[in-house]
C-alpha cells in the first residue's frame, strides 16, 4: 500500500481522469470497424506476439480497440456497462490508482501474449477479455451488495464475482497450457494491485456517493474561497479587490496604523489613541 502511495506522489500527475471514457471510446471505433470488416481486427490490430516482432509494434495498443463479439444492442450494452464500471471505481480509488490496475492489466495481456508464444512456438492473438473481465471483479469486490438485473433478476454483484470465478477456475483446470498462462498473467492487475490493496474492499454505494460529494464540496470551497486583500479603508472599507485603481495611505495622525482610500484620506476624523483604547 505504501508503494503505491510512493508511486502517486511521484507519478500522479501522468494520470488520465476518465480514462475509461477513451477505452470506450476505442471499443466503439473498433465496432464500427468490424460492421466493415469483421476480420479487420483479428488481422491488423489484435495482440499478436508474432507480428510485433515482424514490426508491427502498434499492435501493443491497437489490441484495446476490440468490437464486442455480438449485436449492436448488445455492444451498446456492454459498452455502457463496462463505462460505469470503471467510472465508479475510478472514483472510488481515485485516478491514478484506476489508471495503475487498468495498465498493470493491459502489461499483463502484452506479457502473456509473448509467454504463449516463446512457451509453445505458437502466436494466439488476444483481445482484452481477461482485462474488462478484471474490471467486474474488482467491481463486485469493491461493491459486493450492488445489485444487477439479470434477465430482470436481481443479483448482487457478489455472486456475480463468485460465479464468474468459478468459471474462471475451470477454464484454468480444463484448459491447456495457452489458457492457463492467459488467465493467470493477464488477471495480474486483479491479483497483485487489488487484492493487495485491502482498503478498496467492500466499499458501500452509500460510501462512495458520500465520499465523491466530499471532495466535491472541498473543491466548491477551494474555488469560493476569499482572499486576503493588502488594503482596507477605515472608513468606507473598500479594498483593492473592490476596485484595482484605488490608492490607499497611511494617515500619520491617527494612533494605531490607520489605512484609507484616497476618498476618505483627507475629509476621515483622526483616531486618538484613547478612542483606540476604548474601541478594543
Not at 454483484?157 to 480444463?174: C, D, H, P, Q, R
Not at 497483485?192 to 485491502?198: C, D, H, V
Not at 472541498?218 to 486576503?228: G, T
Request: net charge positive.
Amino acid at each position: 500500500m505504501n508503494f503505491f502511495r510512493k508511486l502517486e506522489r511521484k507519478f500522479g500527475r501522468f494520470a488520465i481522469p476518465n480514462l475509461m471514457y477513451y477505452i470506450i471510446m476505442m471499443y466503439a471505433a473498433g465496432f464500427v470497424m468490424s460492421l466493415f470488416n469483421p476480420y479487420f481486427y483479428v488481422q491488423y490490430l489484435a495482440l499478436d506476439a508474432a507480428a510485433i516482432l515482424r514490426g508491427q509494434v502498434w499492435r501493443i495498443v491497437t489490441f484495446l480497440v476490440c468490437p464486442p463479439q455480438s449485436g449492436v444492442l448488445f455492444a451498446l450494452l456492454a459498452m455502457y456497462l463496462y463505462y460505469s464500471i470503471g467510472s465508479t471505481l475510478e472514483r472510488v480509488w481515485g485516478t491514478f490508482r484506476f489508471n495503475m490496475f487498468f495498465f498493470m492489466g493491459v502489461l499483463g495481456h502484452i506479457i502473456a501474449a509473448f509467454l504463449v508464444y516463446g512457451v509453445t512456438g505458437f502466436s494466439v492473438p488476444m483481445s482484452p477479455y481477461y482485462l474488462n473481465e478484471s474490471l467486474f471483479l474488482a467491481f463486485a469486490c469493491t461493491f459486493p451488495e450492488m445489485q444487477f438485473l439479470l434477465i430482470f433478476i436481481p443479483i448482487r454483484a457478489k455472486y456475480l464475482g463468485m460465479m464468474y470465478g468459478a468459471l474462471l477456475v475451470y477454464s484454468f483446470l480444463t484448459g491447456g497450457i495457452i489458457a492457463k498462462i492467459e488467465i493467470v498473467v493477464s488477471m495480474l492487475n486483479f491479483i497483485i494491485f487489488f487484492l493487495m490493496t485491502r482498503n478498496y474492499r467492500k466499499i458501500s454505494p452509500k460510501e462512495a456517493v458520500r465520499k465523491q460529494k466530499f471532495k466535491n464540496e472541498m473543491q466548491k470551497a477551494q474555488i469560493q474561497k476569499i482572499s486576503l486583500t493588502r488594503h482596507k479603508c477605515a472608513v468606507c472599507g473598500r479594498t483593492e479587490k473592490d476596485d484595482p485603481n484605488l490608492e490607499f495611505r497611511y494617515c500619520s495622525k491617527c494612533a494605531g496604523n490607520m489605512e484609507y482610500c484616497m476618498d476618505h484620506l483627507y475629509t476621515h476624523k483622526h483616531v486618538t489613541e484613547e478612542e483606540l483604547k476604548d474601541s478594543k
